[in-house]
């Protein structure tokens, strides 16, 4: 499995409109909601599940980014949307600095295994600072996917 095989490139969001982090959590389940892929699972539910997480732990890892994640009953495939704050996001990181770059993923609670791979293959990637970097200057999807599928691993 490679980052880009479950990502939905038709919901990245090359600018959040949100400025705050439950709002971008929401922008980003709305986006993968409206390209079909939340399954049964209702759209709020998705986010509040995810801002529960949240609340329990922060998911902002640091170096500007967040990967706020969820596994629930509802969602029948793992996917995950990539969503890019210029002004960047308080996400509670461990540095204290504002997530840029937030990479949500939502996963079949019944697929444990498959959450935890995807979780492997977004923090492998997100350990090398070009690839972190090009995301963060990304200024559309085109770019974003492009850094996405060329810094694959």
Known sequence: MKFA???CFDAVIAQLE????????AELVSALD????LGKAKCQDIVDAVVKRENEAS???GKGVAVPHVKHDDIKKVVAVVGLSRD?????????????TIILLASPASDPDK???????I???LQKDDFRKFLR??????QIKEAIIDHDV
């Open 34 to 37: 409206k390209t079909g892929n």
């Open 123 to 125: 923090f492998r990637n």
């Open 5 to 7: 095989d479950f990502i």
């Open 115 to 121: 959450h935890l791979q995807a979780m492997e293959k």
């Open 137 to 142: 200057q990304a200024m559309s999807v085109e």
């Open 59 to 61: 998911t902002g890892i």
């Open 88 to 100: 960047g996001i308080d996400f509670s990181s461990l540095d204290k600095q504002p997530a840029y």
């Open 18 to 25: 949100a400025n705050d982090r439950d709002g971008a959590i």
